[in-house]
């Protein structure tokens, strides 16, 4: 302790180093602008291809070999990995079989017919829940067959994905109207929706 107080009082400015108390020529000590956040509508060509270029498997296409649950999940993930940010994982197929919402396996293997349902509700399942997906399936396999009712589903998603981003197409963003206020009137839109669906699957 001794060392350090006598150094500390025996410095003398002489001793000091020729740059001290001068501004570093290196830092700024203007603090950098922040990145403000941003909300971009504008898609790059490459997205929007994505879009353009998206169909689903055809009703014949589907293997009907049939596939194991990690076969099944990784081909139905395969091709909805451009649209969908979550995945259709085993343990969700074997959950939709519990609860009957689409038909047991034969001998643990998934059928065309499986996989069509599971397509479906892939798609469905952000937007609904599984007690109102299943109602969905069963309504629409009393009035369709499992083709009719994918192949129904399927032209009127791609459909409706396609006219949803051509927004400057159908003039659903005004050319005076900011990026936020554009979400905001696309939230609400699909919140609208939501309730709606809701309504519409209340059991009396």
């Known amino acids: 302790m001794d060392l350090l107080k006598t150094g500390r009082t025996n410095t003398k400015k002489n001793d000091l180093p020729e740059d001290s108390g001068k501004t570093n020529n290196n830092i700024s000590l203007v603090p950098s602008e922040e990145k403000k956040p941003s ?17 689903f498997p055809s009703y014949n296409e589907i293997p009907d070999v049939g596939l194991f649950l990690e076969q099944t999940g990784k081909y139905i993930n395969e091709f909805l990995k451009p649209l969908l940010k979550t995945e259709l994982t085993v343990s969700m197929i074997s959950n939709y079989v519990k609860k009957k ?7 643990k293997q998934y059928y065309r017919s499986h996989i069509a349902d599971l397509i479906i509700i892939a798609v ?13 399936i069963e309504v629409e396999k009393d009035m369709r067959s499992s083709r ?7 032209s009127i998603f791609e459909d409706t994905l396609k006219r949803t981003f051509r927004l400057e197409e159908e003039d659903k ?21 939501k309730i709606f669906l809701d309504r519409c699957f209340e059991i009396e």
């Open 124 to 136: 469905a399942k952000p937007i609904l829940t599984l007690e109102n997906i299943r109602l969905m």
């Open 39 to 55: 909300i971009n509508l504008d898609l790059s060509k490459d997205e929007l291809a994505v879009i353009e270029d998206f169909r």
């Open 101 to 107: 919402i689409i038909e047991s396996p034969v001998k």
């Open 173 to 193: 963003r005004k050319k005076d109207e900011d990026n936020p206020i554009t979400i905001m009137r696309y939230i609400s839109t699909a919140v609208s929706y």
């Open 148 to 154: 009719e009712m994918y192949e129904t589903f399927c």
